[in-house]
């Protein structure tokens, strides 16, 4: 599974991901000013739009499902990642549920909580987490639980920089060698193993590749260096698919 982070990719990425069986959840491109990140906390905030601004939002939206859907590869819709932009929470839920009904939302990817979608997602860095004590009175009752993001370990790698006179970063301090970085990666997975025996049901690693600063990729900018190769990448995540003990 993929999840497309605030990017729509020109069709053929799409095409291919039909024909690799490859899921993909679809962020819709946020921006524009949020509320407070109360994230799963009770209570949720939403940033005040105007009527223009939102219209404009919903045409975008709109356009985006309407260019993407008869892709199958596409499983989920998040409008909104995090607080970026985050306005009329229950409104945009309510109304991708009559316009594609036959997809999940997750509304908020990370987040403020609203009882709109079908997904509650937590982000949390490095390792993985979820506050499973806010779901006190029922409030998570009937929402597919996942962590949206986790991980981002970085790893630099002299001449695969993209600009090494910039900060160069990844979630937590950067580990010291090879061997560290990839100890750090296998207990974010054993951690999540735990997480899915307590109803977690899906978990987004970040990310695939570097991107200009951020380089807590699997890969680095340049795409030349692979830092766990997919084989053993394959062995690790065993683990996620063995029955609960």
């Known amino acids: 599974m993929i999840r497309k982070h605030i990017k729509v990719e020109p069709r053929r990425y799409y095409a291919h991901c039909d024909r690799l069986g490859m899921l993909v959840w679809q962020d819709q491109v946020s921006g524009g000013p949020g509320p407070a990140w109360t994230r799963l906390e009770p209570l949720p905030n939403d940033a005040d739009w105007p009527e223009m601004q939102h219209q404009q939002y919903m045409l975008e939206l709109d356009r985006m499902i309407s260019l993407l859907e008869s892709h199958p590869s596409i499983v989920v819709w998040v409008p909104f ?29 990370g987040g403020n909580f ?27 009752h009937n929402y597919i639980r996942v962590i949206g993001e986790f991980g981002g370990h970085g790893l630099p790698v002299e001449g695969h920089l993209h600009d090494p006179d910039r900060r160069n970063w990844g979630y937590g301090d950067l ?24 109803g977690i049901a899906a978990g987004v690693y970040t990310q695939t590749t570097d991107v200009e600063g951020e380089i807590n990729g699997l890969m680095t900018y340049d795409r030349k260096v692979i830092r766990i190769p997919a084989e053993e990448l394959a062995q690790l995540h065993k683990v996620l698919f063995l029955d609960s003990q």
């Open 81 to 109: 990642n995090e607080t970026w932009g985050q306005h009329r929470t229950m409104q945009v839920g309510e109304w991708i549920e009559q316009r594609d009904p036959a997809r999940l939302i997750n509304i908020a990817s």
């Open 175 to 198: 580990p010291k060698t090879a061997a560290e970085y990839r100890e750090r990666y296998e207990q974010s997975i054993r951690m999540l193993r735990d997480l899915q025996d307590r």
């Open 114 to 140: 609203h009882h709109a979608g079908h997904i509650v997602d937590e982000h949390r860095y490095p390792h993985p987490g979820f506050p499973f004590m806010l779901a006190r009175g029922g409030r998570f």
